[in-house]
């Protein structure tokens, strides 16, 4: 096909639909996969194997780093560049324990070649040689503002960690792998350990780059409908040609099995306020064979489902029903060469340490010799042969992700891409051995007669993060005093430098160098919605008629407007409850098991949509998929769950709580960056302040107080649940959404009778439903090293109008202004806005070291679209970077749920088309028109800050109340 390239296999990929081609480079060596198939959404990566040999994190500031200008494209941020003006459905870098990965994605020709382009010249001819300004900026460097200053670090990456290793969950997975694999690089953090990324050199960062990022050493991966020829000819041509091949040294020895289980013990911070018993994390590792081991690369997830993850699963019951932690989880990490599998208790007594890991021992000994249950195998590999059949990764490019799981093998064995990516063969073996020892002999050799395992307890310290901050200070304020007057004049001079190279007009030629499509490549018309409505058995359906290839989508949803406004919390723990306590007829496992069997999930939730002037609208939804054959079985699985649940099951009940509680502690503060703009817009949106209700720092309020205050409240939660059951499950609440296009609705009929046959009826007394909004400006305390900063406001509120335009602006924003100061200058990680149509505004910070000099970068952000003014091709640029956010590639599902939510709000196609055409119209002089929303967002005073107490203090004039609560 190529002469440069040598054809190592074919392979028919049925799994694909396609057809996969593994090449070698003649020249260099380079290892080139290509998947050709019909999908227009077409993806290119480049990847390195990238084993860390230290903490520096410089596998992670170099993904950062390269992204920062190259040979053919010499401006300061090319990534930012493609973003603005791109129609990619995928663009981004990762770095893992042992390689890093560089892919793209787009329906667009000329795009994916201009994307591919950009990311070849970056890994391969950065400007990191010439700039180090780069590593400064990206990794680390010392700041000195003044004499009078003190010396800081700061960097993009720096920050990043520092709130990576604020999270309990992050630091202990990190001492899960180091205490199984501490002589390989897994040892290592890839990320970087803030403690060490400052001892990263100039020199080491380049020459890291030296070693790893050469075509000997690279995997590259095209998918899709294409012409692969013409792309391997450029890749080859342009890059690979250059170089001559080279020997990388990336191997290392797999870690040798331990003769005797480790045990680890470390500490994570929280602050002087929090309580410390019953906060310990133990968690009980082991290693899993290898990731070349294609069978047992899912069969350990499968046994992972049906033992330790699902509801009522043995394992993690009898831990439950001993009281060992709030929670148990587990998880199966098969993307390193030795998969690790781990059991963790979370906010557990340390003293329960040995009945931890008794009862995980005594439990498994007992299945592996009574068997596990067959019902429980089948439901887990029914639950992820589904998973892998439909391929629905959300918002992420399939190509995106298969090309991702092909490094679980292809980093390790050259010849095998497609090993876990064929697994027609493999369920069909697996399926076979559901009835052998297969699966009981897996739990003998890997969890009981393994000795390569540990125990890790990680234990909370107050104080700690203060600290270490005082110990990192004192270190630079002895730094600074070992500097003489010369060397801090050139620190402050390197400071000042380092600023101007940020803050430098990046020249408009080499701007012009980063290809741009045409305004012409964009489709002007929106896509169309789709919303059939017709009635079954007197139900309204909402029908989608989409092609879903066999799958049957579905969703009966309950308007929740009646609902009284002290129930809604209650209705938030009943999504959860649900499918997690018994029925009448099964177990919760055992129903489980039956969903699992049955169809390829089901859940519960509370969907909350915002109403222009009705504030909110909610509802309650339960949703599932499964084949057409199974539809009527999956109704009677909803009917039982929301009719025969046993809500007063008050053991179960509270184990639930617990979850819930450890959960969403870990979310809210990992998201903080949600948690903070959604509790800021709490203080004036109706629809933001249900949502705190249901999923916020209320919410989490109301668990926290059922948890600690159980016996006293357990009656008045189940008599709640159960009153607001009587107030959701109405026939006239009820709606049915369908996306499928093989069966008309009417298949359904019977199933839909049953169902309302069930309803609640008779006369309800009339409460208030409304849920006011309150101003209250906080401040929530952490341990965390980061702050999560946000302001929000109406625009509505003052009279302006919502327009698409407004889409534009936050792009810009995003890009451009929040950019440059929030993240470039001010060392965040990231920073964003929105800008809603019924007016709700926010801007919000992302592990950002700062907090009152971002609200100054907000405060200041009206004046600069006041004074907005670029040339016409940067405004193209805009707009076609605002389409690409607008049109991304959507599953059948998610085409449908789109177009049910746009009928629920009334939104027409016309009014979608009028936001479209005001974005294609937008005009500089549009930007600054919104001056006023902007200042009315932020003038609005509504702000909150989670992070750092101390940072928290040193603003407390920003606050009305600054509270710990996580």
Sequence with gaps: MMKNYELVKEEQIKELNGTGYVYRHKKTGARVVVISNEDDNKVFQIGFKTPPKDDTGVPHIMEHSVLCGSREFPLKDPFVELVKGSLNTFLNAMTYSDKTVYPVASCNDKDFFNLMHVYLDAVFYPNIYTKPEILKQEGWHHSLESEDAPVIYNGVVYNEMKGVFSSPDQQLARLIQKSLLSDTPYGFESGGDPEAIPELSYEQFLDFHRTYYHPSNSYIYLYGDMDAEKYLTFIDEHYLSDFEKKQVDTSWKPQEAFKEVKRVEAVYPVSEQDEIQNKTFLSYNAVIGTSLDKELYIAFQILDRALFSMQGAPVKKALMEAGIGKDISSSYDNGIEQPVFSVVAQEADEAKEADFVRIIEETLRKISKEGIQRRSLESALNYYEFQYKEANFGRFPKGLMYGLQMYDSWLYDDDEPFMHIKTNDVFEFLRKQLDGSYFTDLIKTYMLSNTHKSIVVLKPEKGLQSRKDQKTAQQLKEFKESLSKEEIRQLIQATKELKEYQEAVTPKEDLEKIPLLDIKDIKREIRPLCNEEVSVDGVKVIWHPYFTNGICYLKIVFDMSKVPARLVPYVSLMSEVFRSVDTQKHSYFELGNEIGIETGGMVTTMDVLPAGAEGVKSYFVIRTKCFYEN?????????????????????????????????????????????????????????????????????????????????????????????????????????????????????????????????????????????????????????????????????????????????????????????????????????????????????????DPNLLETYQVYESAADFVEHFDIDDRDMVKYIIGTISNMDTPLEPDDLGERSLQAYLLGRTEEELQKYRDQVLSCSQETIRSLAPYVRCVVDAGNNCTIGNEDKLREAKDKFKEIKHVF
Aim: charged share 30%; hydrophobic share 35%.
């Design 631 to 847: 539809a009527e079985k999956a109704f009677e699985l909803m009917e039982e769950i929301l009719f025969e649940s046993k809500l007063d099951d008050r053991k179960r009940l509270k184990e639930i709580i617990g979850q819930i509680y450890t959960n969403m502690k870990t979310d809210l503060t990992q998201a903080g960056h949600k948690t903070a703009s959604n509790r800021a817009m709490s203080y004036f949106s109706p629809y933001a302040r249900y949502k705190e209700q249901i999923q916020g720092v209320s919410m989490f309020e109301f668990v926290k107080d059922w948890y600690e205050s159980f016996e006293q409240e357990s009656s008045r939660i189940t008599d709640s649940m159960k009153e607001a059951c009587r107030y959701i499950f109405r026939k006239e609440n009820m709606m049915v959404s369908y996306t499928g296009k093989e069966k008309e609705p009417s298949f359904m009929e019977d199933a839909v009778r049953k169902f309302t046959a069930r309803m609640f009826t008779g006369e309800l007394a009339k409460e208030e439903t409304k849920i006011l909004p309150e101003k209250k400006e906080e401040g929530f305390a952490t341990a965390g090293g980061v702050q999560y900063v946000a302001c929000a406001g109406n625009f509505a509120e003052q009279g302006y109008e919502y327009t698409g335009a407004l889409n534009v602006l936050q792009v810009i924003f995003s890009y451009e202004y929040l950019w440059l100061n929030i993240r470039v200058k001010g060392g965040a990680y990231g920073c964003m806005c929105s800008f809603m149509p019924q007016g709700d505004s926010m801007f919000v910070s992302y592990r």
